[in-house]
């Protein structure tokens, strides 16, 4: 078995399988964030998405060390 590519913060436990799960929703989130940075960029996303986006990267921080 490898190990995870992440790490929980001080704290936080949840079970290897769920954490797998929520590992994968902070990617996308981490994704999302770079693609409406990108369209901020061009000012062709709206303001409330990147909001939205930076809440949910807040949520991720407090339960994965980035």
Do not use: R
């Amino acid at each position: 078995m490898t190990d995870p590519i992440w790490k929980l913060q001080a704290g936080v436990s949840m079970s290897q399988e769920t954490a797998q799960e929520v590992a994968k929703i902070a990617c996308a989130l981490k994704s999302l964030s770079a693609y409406v940075t990108l369209m901020h960029e061009n000012e062709d996303a709206p303001e409330e998405l990147q909001q939205l986006v930076d809440e949910g990267l807040d949520a991720m921080k407090k339960v994965f060390v980035w």
